[in-house]
């Protein structure tokens, strides 16, 4: 920006009067101090916000097809989880070396993706789920400054999905309270969190309907 | 008559050391950056509310220009002043929101709107005697076009050819626009 700016048009007084003015604005306060939703902003995990060619891109996707995608995946969740569960606390007198011993020893016919069952020892999962906690509170914050902007349907499908996600992560903290030491359960309740952090980042991402 | 001379609006606040917070809130220190904030709130807060002619969503733009601010911050190389930075910064957030326009879909971008109507909030008044109006209000109820290079060149300080640069027009079409803001105003004022 220049230190001067010329006007090189004749002007009247009367209009010299308005640019005056203007020029001499004075600043304006807003209603409410905003810092506290930038601070809530800016500690949430890095998400890239979508340019206008990404909006116009995603304008131009079909809208339900996504969902359609997510709502099976919450729902799948929810079943392996469910399942899991069941049987693991069925199965609560088996020796504890059978869970540890890794995937290759569930049954097969729970048809579980193989997983990579973290060292107990190193993983704290109270720690774990308090950064979840932190990060789906930062998530939840920046929708719901959102709300407004995102189709009510979008909404009824998200909220949807977390119900799912939520009975799938009660599930697995009941089945962790029986059975503390279990890696795997300890996995899934991870999985159930991380899905649940995609999900609203995904939602977090769309841009507005408007 | 004389050519009119103007120092620009942005200018880099009183600090002792503004390039220490910068520095600090580019390495990631959230209060350092909340200081920031709070020495330029203001300046951001008035270039979006004067360019977009509605609070409530000028404070939303606000915030979603310090947050662009933080997530630019690496690419801050100090080549010109923060204040100059960020506020340039602020500009582009507000040009490129497609929901204020949406919001202002269907008033006329031919006539100025009546500034009673304008849901403005709290404005305050300007005292140069011979103003009718609020000018604050009039520059509400300019048509987007016509209010955003009023705004960037007559109360921001930006010349023809950096708001052309900004809105994709020639220096030419942003006079022509200014010309048009000015007249509107008038009419608004003497209305």
Same mark, same amino acid.
């Given at each position: 920006?220049?230190?001067?700016?010329?006007?090189?048009?004749?002007?009247?007084?009367?209009?010299?009067?308005?640019?005056?003015?203007?020029?001499?604005?004075?600043?304006?306060?807003?209603?409410?101090?905003?810092?506290?939703?930038?601070?809530?902003?800016?500690?949430?995990?890095?998400?890239?916000?979508?340019?206008?060619?990404?909006? =116009?891109?995603?304008?131009?996707?079909?809208?339900?097809?996504?969902?359609?995608?997510?709502?099976?995946?919450?729902?799948?969740?929810?079943?392996?989880?469910?399942?899991?569960?069941?049987?693991?606390?069925?199965?609560?007198?088996?020796?504890?070396?059978?869970?540890?011993?890794?995937?290759?020893?569930?049954?097969?016919?729970?048809?579980?993706?193989?997983?990579?069952?973290?060292?107990?020892?190193? =993983?704290?999962?109270?720690?774990?789920?308090?950064?979840?906690?932190?990060?789906?509170?930062?998530?939840?914050?920046?929708?719901?400054?959102?709300?407004?902007?995102?189709?009510?349907?979008?909404?009824?499908?998200?909220?949807?999905?977390?119900?799912?996600?939520?009975?799938?992560?009660?599930?697995?903290?009941?089945?962790?309270?029986?059975?503390?030491?279990?890696?795997?359960?300890?996995?899934?309740?991870?999985?159930?969190?991380?899905?649940?952090?995609?999900?609203?980042?995904?939602?977090?991402?769309?841009?507005?309907?408007? | 008559?004389?050519?009119?001379?103007?120092?620009?609006?942005?200018?880099?606040?009183?600090?002792?050391?503004?390039?220490?917070?910068?520095?600090?809130?580019?390495?990631?220190?959230?209060?350092?950056?909340?200081?920031?904030?709070?020495?330029?709130?203001?300046?951001?807060?008035?270039?979006?509310?004067?360019?977009?002619?509605?609070?409530?969503?000028?404070?939303?733009?606000?915030?979603?220009?310090?947050?662009?601010?933080?997530?630019?911050?690496?690419?801050?190389?100090?080549?010109?002043?923060?204040?100059?930075?960020?506020?340039?910064?602020?500009?582009?957030?507000?040009?490129?929101?497609?929901?204020?326009?949406?919001?202002?879909?269907?008033?006329?971008?031919?006539?100025?709107?009546? =500034?009673?109507?304008?849901?403005?909030?709290?404005?305050?008044?300007?005292?140069?005697?011979?103003?009718?109006?609020?000018?604050?209000?009039?520059?509400?109820?300019?048509?987007?076009?016509?209010?955003?290079?009023?705004?960037?060149?007559?109360?921001?300080?930006?010349?023809?050819?950096?708001?052309?640069?900004?809105?994709?027009?020639?220096?030419?079409?942003?006079?022509?626009?200014?010309?048009?803001?000015?007249?509107?105003?008038?009419?608004?004022?003497?209305?």
């Amino acid at each position: 920006m220049n230190t001067f700016n010329n006007e090189p048009e004749e002007l009247d007084a009367e209009t010299r009067a308005i640019v005056r003015a203007a020029a001499g604005l004075p600043e304006l306060t807003p209603s409410r101090d905003l810092w506290s939703g930038i601070e809530a902003r800016i500690q949430a995990p890095v998400i890239a916000l979508p340019t206008q060619h990404e909006q =116009v891109a995603a304008a131009q996707r079909p809208p339900a097809l996504p969902w359609r995608r997510m709502a099976l995946a919450a729902s799948l969740l929810v079943a392996v989880t469910a399942g899991v569960t069941y049987t693991l606390v069925k199965r609560s007198s088996a020796p504890p070396d059978h869970l540890a011993a890794g995937p290759t020893n569930i049954d097969s016919s729970l048809a579980v993706a193989p997983v990579a069952v973290a060292p107990v020892e190193a =993983v704290s999962m109270k720690a774990t789920e308090q950064t979840f906690d932190r990060e789906i509170g930062a998530m939840r914050k920046i929708i719901d400054d959102r709300r407004k902007d995102l189709d009510t349907a979008t909404i009824a499908v998200l909220e949807k999905n977390l119900k799912l996600i939520d009975a799938a992560i009660s599930e697995s903290k009941a089945a962790l309270a029986k059975d503390p030491a279990s890696a795997f359960l300890m996995d899934r309740l991870t999985h159930a969190y991380d899905t649940k952090l995609q999900l609203l980042r995904g939602v977090a991402n769309i841009p507005s309907h408007g | 008559m004389a050519a009119a001379l103007r120092i620009p609006r942005v200018i880099e606040p009183v600090n002792r050391h503004p390039t220490d917070d910068v520095a600090r809130a580019a390495r990631g220190d959230r209060h350092a950056f909340e200081r920031l904030y709070r020495q330029h709130v203001g300046r951001i807060f008035s270039l979006c509310t004067r360019m977009v002619g509605d609070r409530t969503r000028a404070e939303e733009l606000t915030q979603d220009a310090f947050v662009r601010a933080w997530e630019k911050l690496d690419q801050f190389r100090g080549d010109s002043a923060f204040g100059t930075w960020l506020h340039r910064l602020a500009v582009n957030v507000v040009l490129n929101d497609r929901q204020t326009e949406s919001r202002r879909r269907g008033r006329t971008d031919d006539t100025i709107e009546d =500034v009673d109507t304008m849901a403005h909030g709290d404005v305050r008044p300007t005292t140069v005697p011979g103003l009718s109006i609020d000018l604050e209000r009039a520059i509400a109820g300019l048509p987007p076009g016509a209010r955003k290079v009023f705004v960037l060149h007559d109360v921001e300080g930006y010349t023809h050819d950096e708001i052309g640069e900004m809105l994709g027009v020639t220096a030419g079409g942003c006079k022509a626009q200014l010309h048009r803001a000015r007249m509107l105003l008038r009419e608004a004022l003497n209305s």
